[in-house]
């Protein structure tokens, strides 16, 4: 399993080295979520990447870049208005989305390439945000294992506290991936850590 990496969201001098070895490493995608940053704060840290990097780049915001600077895809937040009623078109990427409900991720299903579902576990990166009380994950589990061959076209990875010793758990669940933030920024040595997630085995649901 090769987890997804999210960028860190503010300015992390680590960042393009940490990137060049994760992909080394085997990181297949990379998502750049800079909440708060504008077009041309966007543009000057990805352009002087190489092509190959931007490839494999997927955006958070300011999706005009995509085609601009050669990207791999367009991720839509969570909060966005409804994108899931329908995939919209990107002939030259991928479609992808947040959700953090049943129905939204539901009607995502055989819409987009991947859908990000959580927080599942308590994040890292975001103090005090975990799992809603809500959330019925045994629901969630019953509707990963029904798909119809269209809906498994969606990717469906866990986000949130994904960890070496979280990712199998998140796995045993029946998500066909995770997405990873904290458990990579906030290691001492994020490439390591990203082997580690890796490596985990999966964990047969209890």
Do not use: N
Request: with cysteine.
């Amino acid at each position: 399993m090769k987890p997804v990496v999210i960028s860190p969201a503010d300015h992390d001098t680590r960042e393009p080295t940490v990137l060049g070895r994760l992909l080394e490493t085997g990181l297949e995608r990379y998502h750049v979520r800079k909440p708060g940053w504008t077009l041309e704060q966007l543009s000057r840290l990805l352009a002087p990447w190489p092509r190959a990097w931007r490839a494999r780049v997927v955006l958070h915001h300011h999706h005009e870049l995509v085609a601009q600077l050669g990207l791999g895809g367009r991720h839509w937040p969570g909060d966005d208005a409804d994108p899931a009623a329908s995939a919209p078109p990107a002939p030259d990427g991928l479609t992808s989305r947040s959700c953090h409900d049943l129905a939204i991720l539901r009607a995502a299903l055989g819409r987009f390439d991947a859908v990000f579902f959580g927080p599942v576990f308590p994040s890292l990166s975001k103090p005090g945000h975990g799992l809603r009380p809500e959330t019925d994950f045994a629901a969630v589990s019953a509707l990963l294992a029904a798909r119809t061959p269209t809906e498994r076209r969606t990717r469906v990875l866990a986000l949130g506290g994904i960890t070496a010793a979280t990712a199998p758990r998140a796995l045993a669940l029946g998500f066909d991936g995770v997405a990873v933030l904290g458990a990579i920024w906030q290691a001492a040595d994020p490439v390591r850590a990203f082997a580690e997630i890796s490596s985990s085995p999966a964990r047969h649901a209890a």
